[in-house]
């Protein structure tokens, strides 16, 4: 067994799959000297041709992969900001994911998107704190969210040796989180396979990304009065919504906890498709960011902003308290 | 120019074939908009034939092109075959797309047909990445981009041209000119000249007479072959007009935009007559007749054909096969049991 | 009494606001013209600094608008397509909706977004089909479906008038909605309260633009059998969920037809929140457009892939018939 | 000049005071950085100076800039209170955004600093637009876009040269470019020549040496000046080096991107040593003073000042005053009973 953080679980996970594959290429802004420490090393390795330094350009470079997969590459692009996915929505909404369907099976674009540091860091402010997977998953593109290293590890693969386009959120409160993992069984993650990271029979908290670990805190707190599931999707679009189910129908309980807006976000999807077809006896909650947050500077604020153990303790407990 | 270069479409003859059968697909077309067996209409390709004609005769099979909303022309000059691509325009299971794409999406991947594009400016950079993947698989592929006048006010394609210079690849962009952004002029609308924003990132960019085959043609196999031995990229501006509407819904709801004399003097140069004025005697009748036998084939063909089964709407939404939920909530099988495998895997670079 | 179309009470809105403020100003592609039928006659009476063409450069001529509203204008942007909206989602859900809690509330971006068309028109494919306000609803920008002339025609005088930026969608499927409406009478409509076109006693149907036609539709030809409530949200955000409460807390029962992608979709936080804060007495359900719909070609494909009036009939037979 | 520009800002000890304001503001700044005080960092504007002090001395009060990430120094040179500015970036309730915003977004509207931003080139169309709307409403106010280098890459930015040149807009953009776009050189980066971009549109462009304020303020005055009478847009490319790091954290983390040679000769032009040069005997020590007691109180404010209440994380989310839910789902009343009528609204327009 060896110690894992997240970080080098991303960063192993890509020169594994370069190695492996050469028609695997990456392409980012200040990626040669690695600044976010998943590229670290590779342009020495492997040159220019595959580790691409671009300009300041993400709508050219992100349709400039989507030509390339089209020609057979595997491109994966870092991006530094999650909202330059905002950036490049055409790109991969409209272009990149609409490919197949539109020729009829003709052309596949396979492009992985990167966002190494999802969500708030501290400090970065409004346009820099944006959690935005569940655009993503509206619009149909594939979209995973690993909370562990392992998982960041599997997720990454898959998503590069997916046939189509995937986006990949590494939140920047997950990057820190170390496992004891064993280097030999690491391996590809199934799009669609949730993940019970702890057993419970009263309560089902699904958490997604970095809040995985707040979920885990929260159970433990509570463990003398509340037996809490922690379910962690993994890939939120396509969702494994039978893995959920299994939970659910056993604790007629349900609690998300989701650091994205609220209005439309995952954890609405999540409480609906529960209300549809799962056997719910209490009503459900979700802990959210709030409608249309703009995450403010001043770390007080910033912090308000997002959702805090806490509120999904209150909440677990509420939902335990429930009458059916 | 290489002896693979020269390929069976640059001769006089075949150039003016082409745009024959260009312009006589795009008159079909029109009368079977009006009949409505094409839903939901085209953009008329009528006036800029030699463009296509000229560029794509300049290119080899396996070149690879990316085309526009006004793609037809550029579609069938790259060699797709008209009688699947009207059977696409009119939602046919046997069209080019399996009658998913329709006349903006027009694609033939195993023609490198990389696809009209709905969006304006979209297909620069896609063909910029191609041919950044050609280059570094140590093919001499180049890519063509074409689009219009209106297109290079779009941001994408002027960050597309940096990329493209910075990184000398083997694209040619060609701006078809023909003086409109759908009701917008080019002088309302670009400052400077289209050539001086290819220019200004040391892109080689001339303008050549869009009506003229032989020039574009010309003008195309230079910038071709530079692209080819490793000179980079190269912009084309030709100019043209466009002879009919925007897009067939005009034919409808006229808006005034462009005045009749301006239309009858731009209508008055047909790239046709430009071109049929170098065949010798009783060719253009004849290769007029041949053409006029495939669209019949063509139009009969679509017209029996097929429309696709409902039951498979979401068919090769992903290219891995994946089933997602339909709009009740459920998770269909796929209806088309080839969807795992259709998709294109282009044997040099993999 | 005048009959008034939705296309024309667009067009009457705009020309009214025009006369009404002169900070109202008009941006987008082949409005001299008229091309959509909204900005008829505007340029010839207000000159091209109020009404103007712009060339093909969404992005720019969007921030551009927002640095106009910051010095003191209130600009109203046509699109022709609504994917237009994801190439400038970066300048609309990370500049404008951003401004005024980044500044502390020194700035405010009152400009007006709107898609003469959205959702699909027949044969136009996969690229001018969507109908993307669930994003906006998810990143908070306030979100505008109307459904009626009437409607149309305040909706967009509120959006005009708001001092935040507004995305309205016309959808293409209600631009020839005929009304008898008195032109006097007409005026804004607030935000955040719906409108209940039929009440009803056993079921609530929200229905959203277009498809409150077909839910009207559908409650008529099961009036014998099944007392439908037709509810129609208008403002998707912020949304009437009071008034939504009142409905549901009334039938017990609730469907929702939406013609959008069902992840994480406005149909899925309306679940969502009848299942949390609602007396929903049997499961709900929703009938909207697939997971990452892409919109075929073919009229027959185009059509399988939008919501159908007989999908909701039965989803409201079946919650009605559904067991308390 | 007309007399209405010339502001107190353009003489020799009034660059040198900006410039010297800027610089320690900056040191302070990165002190704060590294003592915890500043949360998330700063993009240090050192070496860079003469720029902002240049250009903004060529600026009167009402007329308006947007800024970068790399904003201190335009928002100081426009006249901000750096007291009030050093409380944004510490995110205290008394700051120029209430702690809403910080270093990257730190804006003044009442005296036209449409603020900071934290996108690459997305100042340039809103400063464009700004402009737009003075021009139309009669006013000769002048608009300045600030950006670095790496922004001529963007696309937008590109589109913005196009709408300001076709509409002929009173706004200067002013292109600093200090080599770099954090670790990529401009040559890994441009294609072509920064200048010729803009030239491409019609924009008159030249470049100045950025690290000489007298330099700039005579290039930024004739510009703006072009500018009001009417002339339509110009560009400025401002070359100089960038001193320090691209953000602190770079302080932390060293990345290897610049030759230590390169360092130090970069900083070996000083730009308040070539301003100084320009002052008389003791006139340097005295302003140095000055702005020292500026910048101490600037310190002292800062960290007295109470941090903003946790329970108005909401307001001013929506202009108008509209409180949506929280993230459980409820709806909490403003805590700042100010929300609805804090906005700024410019007398001149409306
Ligand atoms: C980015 C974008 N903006 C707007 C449109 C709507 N639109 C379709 S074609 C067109 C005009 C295109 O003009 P040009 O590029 O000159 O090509 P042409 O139609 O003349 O062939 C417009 C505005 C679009 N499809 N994409
Ligand atoms: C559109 C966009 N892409 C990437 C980033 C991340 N980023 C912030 S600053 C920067 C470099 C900017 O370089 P330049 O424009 O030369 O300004 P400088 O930092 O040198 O002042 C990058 C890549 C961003 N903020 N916005
Ligand atoms: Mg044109
Ligand atoms: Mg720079």
């Given at each position: 067994m060896a110690r894992l953080s997240y970080l080098k679980a991303l960063q192993r996970a890509l020169a594994d799959e370069m190695a492996r594959d050469d028609t695997v290429c990456v392409l980012g802004?200040?990626?040669?000297?690695a600044v976010n420490n998943v590229t670290t090393g590779l342009l020495a390795r492997y040159?220019?041709?595959?580790v691409v330094d671009t300009p300041l350009s993400e709508q050219a470079f992100t349709s400039f992969a989507t030509g390339a997969a089209l020609a057979g590459l595997r491109p994966v692009i870092e991006f530094?900001?999650?909202?330059l996915l905002f950036l490049v929505f055409e790109q991969i909404a409209n272009q990149a994911h609409k490919f197949s369907l539109m020729t009829g099976g003709q052309a596949r674009v396979p492009v992985t998107y990167f966002v190494?540091?999802?969500?708030?860091?501290?400090?970065?402010?409004g346009q820099h704190?944006?959690?935005?997977?569940g655009l993503f998953a509206h619009v149909g593109v594939k979209t995973l969210v690993p909370a562990t290293p392992e998982d960041a590890y599997g997720l990454f693969l898959t998503a590069i040796r997916d046939d189509d386009p995937v986006v990949l959120f590494a939140p920047a409160g997950s990057l820190g989180v170390r496992a004891d993992v064993d280097l030999a069984a690491l391996g590809p993650v199934p799009l669609g396979v949730g993940r019970v990271h702890r057993a419970g029979t009263d309560v089902t908290v699904v958490a997604v990304g970095h809040l995985v670990q707040a979920a885990l805190d929260v159970a433990e707190q509570l463990a003398d009065q509340i037996s809490v599931e922690v379910f962690d999707p993994?890939?939120?679009?396509?969702?494994d919504w039978a893995g959920l189910a299994e939970s659910v129908n056993r604790t007629g309980r349900l609690v998300v906890v989701d650091?994205?807006?609220?209005?439309?976000g995952i954890a609405g999807e999540i409480l609906a498709v529960a209300a549809e077809e799962m056997r719910l006896t209490v009503p459900p909650k979700r802990v959210t960011r709030p409608d249309g947050a703009v995450l403010p500077f001043a770390r007080e604020l910033d912090l308000a902003v997002q959702p805090q153990a806490d509120q999904l303790l209150t909440a677990v407990q509420e939902v335990f308290k429930a009458s059916r | 120019m290489s002896e693979r270069t020269?390929?069976?479409?640059?001769?006089d003859e075949e150039l003016y074939r082409t745009m024959r059968l260009v312009r006589r697909f795009e008159e079909r077309a029109i009368e079977l908009v009006g009949a409505g067996e094409?839903?939901?209409g085209i953009h008329p390709y009528i006036g800029q034939e030699a463009i296509a004609a000229g560029v794509c005769a300049?290119?080899?099979?396996d070149d690879v092109i990316t085309s526009t909303h006004r793609g037809h022309g550029h579609v069938l000059a790259k060699g797709a075959d008209p009688v699947r691509m009207l059977a696409e325009l009119t939602g046919?299971?046997?069209?080019?797309?399996q009658g998913r794409g329709g006349s903006m999406h027009a694609a033939d991947f195993g023609r490198g047909i990389y696809g009209a594009n709905?969006?304006?400016?979209?297909g620069g950079a896609i063909a910029t990445g191609a041919a950044w993947a050609h280059r570094n698989a140590g093919s001499d592929r180049v890519t063509v981009s074409f689009f219009g006048?209106?297109?290079?006010?779009?941001g994408v394609l002027l960050e597309t041209f940096n990329l493209a210079a910075l990184w000398r690849l083997p694209v040619l962009f060609v701006c078809?000119?023909?003086?409109?952004a759908t009701t917008l002029t080019v002088a309302q609308a670009v400052a400077g000249s289209i050539t001086a924003r290819a220019a200004a990132f040391g892109i080689p960019a001339v303008t050549v007479d869009g009506t003229d085959a032989r020039a574009v043609l010309a003008a195309a196999t230079e910038a071709v072959e530079r692209g080819r031995a490793g000179g980079g990229p190269s912009f084309l501006e030709c100019t043209a007009y466009?002879?009919?509407?925007?897009?067939?819904w005009e034919h409808k709801a006229r808006v005034r935009y462009r005045a009749d004399d301006e239309v009858a003097a731009g209508r008055s140069r047909d790239p046709l007559d430009v071109q049929a004025a170098?065949?010798?005697?009783?060719v253009r009748a004849a290769v007029d007749a041949q053409v006029e036998a495939v669209l019949a084939e063509a139009v009969a063909f679509a017209l029996a054909s097929p429309p696709p089964d409902?039951?498979?709407?979401?068919?090769?939404?992903y290219a891995t096969g994946l089933r997602t939920r339909n709009g009740i909530g459920l998770v269909e099988p796929a209806a088309d049991p080839l969807h795992q495998a259709a998709a294109h895997v282009p044997a040099e670079v993999r």
């Open positions: 802004e200040d990626i040669g000297v040159g220019p041709q595959r530094q900001i999650p909202s190494p540091g999802s969500g708030s860091r501290s400090g970065w402010a704190s944006d959690h935005p997977y993994r890939t939120l679009y396509p969702f650091d994205s807006n609220r209005m439309c | 020269t390929v069976h479409r640059s001769g094409i839903v939901g300049a290119l080899r099979d046919r299971a046997t069209g080019l797309n709905g969006i304006v400016g979209a006048d209106g297109a290079v006010n779009q078809e000119n023909n003086g409109y466009r002879f009919d509407a925007h897009h067939t170098h065949l010798a005697e009783g409902p039951a498979g709407a979401l068919d090769h939404l």
